[in-house]
C-alpha cells in the first residue's frame, strides 16, 4: 500500500524536475552568451525520465535520468546592431539565439503541470485509502 504513494511520490519528483528545466528554458530564451561571456547561444535542455526509482520494487517508479541538451542548431536573426553579432563572413550581422521556442516550452510545461496534478491526485487517493484502512482496523 506504501509503495503506491512511493511511486506517486517518485513521479512528483520528475515531474518538479522537468517543470523546472522548461523554466529554465524560458528564463535563457533570448542569452546569447554563456557563463564565461563568451558568444555562445544557450542550449535548450530536456529532461529524460527512466523506470525506476531508489527505494521501490524493480521496474517501480519513475526518475529524471539525465538532462541532455537538445541538438538543434540555434536561431540566426539579422541584427547587425547587437554586440554579438558576426562581423564578418558570410553570417556578417547575424546572431545566434538559443533554439529555445517559446510554444513549446508552454505546451511541454502545460503537459509537465496535468502530469504533476495527476500524481498528487494519485497520491491522496493513495493517503485516503491507507486512512480508511487504518479507521477499520481500529
Known amino acids: 500500500m506504501f509503495t503506491t504513494n512511493a511511486i506517486s511520490a517518485s513521479a512528483l519528483s520528475a515531474y518538479r524536475t522537468r517543470m523546472d528545466t522548461i523554466a529554465n528554458n524560458m528564463a535563457n530564451s533570448m542569452t546569447t552568451r554563456d557563463a564565461a561571456g563568451n558568444p555562445a547561444p544557450y542550449r535548450r535542455r ?3 525520465f527512466s523506470v525506476g526509482a531508489d527505494g521501490l520494487p524493480s521496474g517501480s517508479g519513475v526518475h ?25 563572413g558570410p553570417d556578417a550581422g547575424y546572431v545566434s539565439y538559443p ?9 511541454d510545461m502545460i503537459a509537465a503541470t496535468r502530469a504533476y496534478q495527476a500524481n498528487v491526485a494519485a497520491y491522496e487517493a493513495g493517503k485516503s485509502i491507507i486512512a480508511s484502512a487504518l479507521r477499520l482496523l481500529a
Do not use: C, F
Open 46 to 48: 530536456i529532461a529524460l
Open 99 to 107: 533554439n529555445v521556442s517559446p510554444e513549446v516550452e508552454m505546451v
Open 64 to 88: 529524471v535520468s539525465q538532462i541532455i541538451q537538445d541538438p538543434a542548431p540555434p536561431r540566426k536573426v539579422y541584427d547587425p546592431g547587437h554586440p554579438d553579432a558576426v562581423k564578418t
